[in-house]
């Protein structure tokens, strides 16, 4: 008969859990058993470690550094550079003082790399606040997986009405937002900026204005709710219809323009198609026929200036921070022409407007975070539905926007110019019309462009 009796092997060798076919002594099985139970103890210490991440705060930043949107990008550095320094420290609010760490990243004007970037800020990095900028190739996406992940979502320079509309909200209807919020000039600032620098008498026109378009968020958006305001105040707009971008022929919509008598020439092209379409309408004899020349989008920065050459000069554009504001940012302290001064010695290149708007975007970040649990999403929220602070481009007021999560910002009037002799730039940027914010000085009278 088989005996009942176990064998002491039998009694005392256990299997590893987990592990096929691994066997141990009772001995060994004991000494692990203490080992695992150390390893709790050691867990509980971990915890603890994490448990920590609740002192850290984690923003993340997308914008364009690279790629044809790559001019927005440029004083990303040093923004960034003095953002980290001013919260070096850490912030401190409820009686408690975090660690702040600022993860940006380069969407290399890609709609679905920035979509991306932002999934994995917030899904890999666990951030507490996303900020990002730059046209809406840019911030819709990275707005969009914030929306969508309920992370709250802070957002400048593109005009609102990009933002809102061309994510789905629809007028007169509630907004469809919880997580997102945006602060920008929109089609009101744009007329009334261009309304007034093209009324007020410096240059005499036929007042007939060629618009130029893209099919994209911004051209959509501009084309049904501009236009509309423009020729109401006396202007007739003629619209030879959407392009794509990346267009590398624009012979028939110059011919149009022509035909049409245009003087006032105006649209949101991105940088390398204005330059290739500028150079056109030099070529067919277009460029001298026009008296103003009101670009947006592009004109933005000395480099994409510089690259036109002489066909630069007295190209009027809009400007949403200047050295000249006279607003300081809230985070560091510092004025706008600080701003632009350090930018130039650090960098050795010439200021550009969007060192304000990033500026200003922390400005907006930093305050918030100081304003709210910043741990909490939901009381960031909150607070943002009736936040204010002075930026360094303004005042941003979510509580008073043309629509929920919107605030706007001003346009001001402004001119590319040759720079005087002696200056180690080529072009200047100065400030011809202040109608959208009558604390900015005026700087010089509007040139015509030919």
């Given at each position: 008969?088989?005996?009942?009796?176990?064998?002491?092997?039998?009694?005392?060798?256990?299997?590893?859990?987990?592990?096929?076919?691994?066997?141990?002594?009772?001995?060994?099985?004991?000494?692990?058993?203490?080992?695992?139970?150390?390893?709790?103890?050691?867990?509980?210490?971990?915890?603890?470690?994490?448990?920590?991440?609740?002192?850290?705060?984690?923003?993340?930043?997308?914008?364009?550094?690279?790629?044809?949107?790559?001019?927005?990008?440029?004083?990303?550095?040093?923004?960034?550079?003095?953002?980290?320094?001013?919260l070096a420290n850490g912030l401190t609010t409820g009686g408690k003082t975090y660690k702040v760490e600022i993860i940006d990243r380069d969407s290399q004007s890609d709609p679905s790399r920035a979509s991306q970037l932002a999934k994995a800020l917030i899904n890999s990095d666990n951030i507490d606040l996303m900020l990002t900028t730059s046209t809406p190739e840019v911030?819709?996406?990275?707005?969009?997986?914030?929306?969508?992940?309920?992370?709250?979502?802070?957002?400048?320079?593109?005009?609102?009405?990009?933002?809102?509309?061309?994510?789905?909200?629809?007028?007169?209807?509630?907004?469809?937002?919880?997580?997102?919020?945006?602060?920008?000039?929109?089609?009101?600032?744009?007329?009334?900026?261009?309304?007034?620098?093209?009324?007020?008498?410096?240059?005499?026109?036929?007042?007939?204005?060629?618009?130029?378009?893209?099919?994209?968020?911004?051209?959509?958006?501009?084309?049904?709710?501009?236009?509309?305001?423009?020729?109401?105040?006396?202007?007739?707009?003629?619209?030879?219809?959407?392009?794509?971008?990346?267009?590398?022929?624009?012979?028939?919509?110059?011919?149009?323009?022509?035909?049409?008598?245009?003087?006032?020439?105006?649209?949101?092209?991105?940088?390398?198609?204005?330059?290739?379409?500028?150079?056109?309408?030099?070529?067919?004899?277009?460029?001298?026929?026009?008296?103003?020349?009101?670009?947006?989008?592009?004109?933005?920065?000395?480099?994409?200036?510089?690259?036109?050459?002489?066909?630069?000069?007295?190209?009027?554009?809009?400007?949403?921070?200047?050295?000249?504001?006279?607003?300081?940012?809230?985070?560091?302290?510092?004025?706008?022409?600080?701003?632009?001064?350090?930018?130039?010695?650090?960098?050795?290149?010439?200021?550009?407007?969007?060192?304000?708007?990033?500026?200003?975007?922390?400005?907006?970040?930093?305050?918030?975070?100081?304003?709210?649990?910043?741990?909490?999403?939901?009381?960031?929220?909150?607070?943002?539905?009736?936040?204010?602070?002075?930026?360094?481009?303004?005042?941003?007021?979510?509580?008073?926007?043309?629509?929920?999560?919107?605030?706007?910002?001003?346009?001001?009037?402004?001119?590319?110019?040759?720079?005087?002799?002696?200056?180690?730039?080529?072009?200047?940027?100065?400030?011809?019309?202040?109608?959208?914010?009558?604390?900015?000085?005026?700087?010089?009278?509007?040139?015509?462009?030919?």
């Amino acid at each position: 008969m088989p005996s009942n009796k176990r064998t002491e092997s039998q009694l005392t060798d256990r299997k590893i859990p987990g592990v096929a076919g691994a066997v141990v002594s009772r001995r060994e099985f004991v000494k692990r058993a203490a080992a695992g139970a150390g390893g709790l103890a050691l867990a509980g210490k971990v915890s603890s470690a994490f448990a920590q991440a609740s002192d850290l705060i984690k923003i993340g930043f997308v914008s364009p550094r690279t790629g044809p949107l790559g001019g927005f990008g440029e004083g990303d550095p040093y923004v960034l550079g003095l953002a980290r320094k001013a919260l070096a420290n850490g912030l401190t609010t409820g009686g408690k003082t975090y660690k702040v760490e600022i993860i940006d990243r380069d969407s290399q004007s890609d709609p679905s790399r920035a979509s991306q970037l932002a999934k994995a800020l917030i899904n890999s990095d666990n951030i507490d606040l996303m900020l990002t900028t730059s046209t809406p190739e840019v911030v819709n996406p990275v707005a969009d997986a914030c929306e969508a992940a309920g992370v709250p979502c802070v957002s400048t320079i593109l005009p609102w009405e990009s933002w809102y509309f061309g994510r789905g909200g629809k007028p007169g209807q509630p907004s469809p937002f919880k997580w997102t919020y945006h602060f920008s000039f929109g089609v009101a600032e744009f007329a009334k900026a261009y309304i007034s620098e093209w009324s007020n008498g410096a240059v005499p026109t036929n007042k007939k204005v060629g618009v130029m378009y893209p099919n994209d968020a911004d051209g959509n958006a501009l084309r049904e709710h501009m236009v509309p305001i423009i020729e109401k105040a006396g202007f007739t707009v003629f619209d030879p219809g959407g392009y794509e971008d990346g267009t590398t022929d624009y012979s028939a919509q110059i011919a149009k323009y022509k035909a049409a008598k245009v003087q006032i020439f105006t649209g949101v092209p991105i940088p390398p198609d204005f330059a290739v379409f500028w150079r056109q309408s030099a070529q067919l004899g277009f460029a001298k026929t026009i008296k103003i020349q009101s670009i947006a989008k592009t004109g933005l920065f000395p480099s994409q200036m510089e690259a036109l050459g002489s066909l630069a000069y007295n190209i009027a554009s809009l400007c949403y921070w200047h050295p000249t504001f006279p607003y300081k940012s809230p985070l560091t302290g510092g004025t706008s022409k600080e701003l632009a001064d350090g930018y130039e010695r650090s960098s050795g290149r010439q200021w550009n407007q969007q060192l304000g708007g990033t500026q200003s975007l922390f400005d907006v970040g930093g305050e918030l975070l100081k304003a709210a649990d910043p741990k909490n999403k939901q009381a960031l929220i909150d607070k943002l539905n009736t936040f204010k602070v002075t930026t360094a481009v303004g005042v941003v007021d979510f509580a008073h926007g043309p629509v929920p999560h919107v605030s706007t910002t001003p346009l001001i009037g402004a001119q590319w110019i040759k720079a005087k002799r002696g200056s180690k730039y080529k072009l200047d940027l100065v400030i011809v019309d202040n109608a959208d914010d009558r604390n900015v000085p005026i700087g010089a009278k509007l040139q015509p462009y030919s």
